[in-house]
């Protein structure tokens, strides 16, 4: 099966209710948490996964319309994934909060998230679109590097500077590709 028929497969459900958001908010810390298991363990860096969550969850603006989007992906009906779209300044958004359950990925369901979110940027208006990924995220950068994002140097307002003293956003940096796509 090509991955066009996958990705209609994949349905996307608005997260506005308390039950989207806690679905949401569960899949969120997941991720979170696997990534700052492997950062601490292999770079010494930690986040403030419950600060990050609480401002995902709570900011009725961050990924929400007119200028954001945030998503429950689903596969096949079962919740497979999330992904979120916000503005980072005028005319450019960035793409967080990407992540795919380990049981649904080969599946389409990043691919079908992404694209999501990149028409979403279209439609809001945003001439480019922004991201940063852990360098031993691979998988991700090989499908954000598929539809066109390139690597950049590290962007004013990324989501790290809230969370890390300037000692360790320097060690973030050198850890993270920051990526950008023309839309």
Known sequence: MGSGARMAEVVFQRVGSEED??????LIREYLEGLNERVHREYD???DVDA???S???DSEKFHPPYGRFYLAQYRGDIAGVGCLKKLEEGVGEIQRMYVLPSFRGKGV???ILN?????ARSIGYKRLKLESLKFLGAAHSLYRSVGFREIDPYADNSMKSYQ????LDKYYSITV???MNL
């Open 21 to 26: 958001e806690q679905q949401a908010g569960a």
């Open 45 to 47: 860096i930690e986040f």
């Open 52 to 54: 990050m969550l609480v």
């Open 56 to 58: 995902d969850l709570s």
């Open 110 to 112: 990043g691919r079908a």
């Open 116 to 120: 999501r979110l990149i028409e979403d």
């Open 165 to 168: 003293d300037a000692e360790n």
């Open 178 to 180: 920051f990526m950008e």
